[in-house]
């Protein structure tokens, strides 16, 4: 039985997403900021035009991409700048402030042609960034030609949605009110449905991610009265109100941080597939973190790269004694990171080290060799287990972030990895 005692609380989780914000490393944003704008030259170190096609990449088919098809996206980006491709490098672009009105991908380029390594054909799209949810403040910096694609950030990346997806607010002070609004209902299910009638008497439904949050107009022992954003006639934005039952999928404000409630909503991820950047709308190693930790309010960075970047991250002892005594005391709930990969630990349990992951694949020991298996969904395993590249997960784990360390870095100040 896992432990009910709060961890963080409220104000101290909002300190940490503050601290979090500091670091540049974490690529974590206020987007109620008025101070976002970006120069031309900029926005184009975004686009990544230099990654496009420097190694061989396939489409699901197992075609290999050609010249054309990079020259044509690159084409099409680069007219997307206002200005288009004569825009001058030291220009300044004010971003527009919109909300996502659905669910979407969020893609490293305007296409949703899939992007393969050869031996990752049809299962991990390179182009893929993240999933963007309802209800998600965004910045909008520039729209393609045809008005089908835009260049966004969100609180944790920058990448390309379709427009179509996002309703714009024009008024800034309404703006910040809703990105730092404090009452809003938050989503618990892994994944849950609404059902409503729009403003246009159509029936929608919406799936409603882990960590979602809708603002949050009553509350009665039964219903809660949401605030679902939509697009009027001028593509600006609106709130129709809906009314829907208290069945604990969807709860008001944020769940307290204990032990108990960080394993009890990791565990409703169990046996769900994997998906690299939220590709066919599926979540990956770090996202499943990410999720989970959402629903107490705290804001993970959306890469492992990142997140090893956070405030309070404690690197691990490589020796094996040692780190066996670092990980002995930690508690259940924390992250454990290694290269490329974020886990979530659960405790010892009959002399095994066990945690909870959304994984693609790990190593079979087989006689004197390892066999890579292709999980691809989020099991409980063992730190014992195998990487596919050989090392087992415990020898591979090089920093933690553990939610109860995090006070006493608040009140003393360390910094990252101290």
Not at 196 to 216: A, E, S
Not at 268 to 296: H, I, N, Q
Not at 298 to 326: A, C, D, V, W
Not at 377 to 393: A, D, I, K, P, Y
Request: net charge positive.
């Amino acid at each position: 039985m896992y432990s009910s005692r709060i961890l963080l609380n409220q104000t101290q989780i909002e300190a940490i997403n503050w601290k979090n914000y500091g670091r540049n490393e974490t690529g974590l944003c206020d987007l109620s900021r008025n101070d976002l704008l970006i120069s031309i030259s900029a926005l184009k170190d975004l686009f990544h035009l230099e990654n496009l096609d420097q190694e061989p990449r396939y489409t699901r088919e197992g075609i290999r991409y050609g010249k054309a098809f990079y020259n044509a996206l690159k084409t099409k980006i680069l007219d997307s700048l206002p200005g288009g491709t004569d825009s001058r490098d030291n220009l300044m672009v004010f971003p527009q402030h919109a909300v996502a009105v659905k669910n979407g991908q969020i893609r490293l380029y305007p296409t949703m042609a899939g992007s393969y390594r050869d031996n990752e054909i049809g299962e991990l799209d390179r182009f893929a960034v993240s999933i963007l949810k309802l209800g998600e403040p965004v910045l909008l910096y520039c729209t393609d030609k045809s008005g089908l694609w835009c260049f966004i950030r969100t609180a944790q990346v920058y990448g390309w949605v379709f427009r179509d997806f996002l309703a714009l607010e024009p008024d800034e002070i309404r703006w910040q009110q809703y990105c730092n609004n404090r009452e809003y209902a938050v989503t618990a299910d892994s994944r849950k449905k609404l059902n409503y009638i729009d403003f246009n008497g159509r029936r929608q439904i919406q799936t409603l991610w882990m960590g979602t949050r809708l603002p949050l107009y009553d509350i009665t022992e039964q219903n809660l009265l949401l605030g679902i954003p939509a697009r009027d006639k001028r593509g600006n934005l609106v709130f129709q109100q809906i009314l829907t039952k208290r069945d604990g999928g969807l709860i008001p404000g944020t769940m307290p941080m204990s032990v108990q409630n960080i394993i009890s909503q990791a565990k409703k991820m169990l046996g769900e597939p994997y998906g690299w950047g939220g590709s066919g709308f599926r979540r990956d190693c770090t996202s499943f973190a990410a999720d989970v930790y959402a629903v107490f309010g705290l804001l993970l960075p959306r890469n492992s790269s990142e997140q090893l970047q956070m405030y309070g991250i404690k690197h691990s002892p490589m020796e094996t004694g040692m780190k066996k005594e670092f990980l002995a005391g930690l508690t259940p709930g924390s992250l454990l990171y290694c290269e490329g990969h974020v886990m979530l630990y659960l405790g010892e349990e009959a002399g095994q080290m066990q945690m909870l992951h959304n994984t693609y694949a790990i190593g079979i020991p087989a006689n004197d060799r390892l066999i890579p298996h292709k999980i691809r969904r989020v099991v409980q395993g063992t730190l014992s287990q195998h990487r596919v590249g050989g090392e087992t997960f415990f020898d591979a784990v090089n920093a933690i972030w553990a939610p109860d360390h995090q006070k006493r870095f608040l009140l003393c100040g360390w910094s990252s990895g101290e």
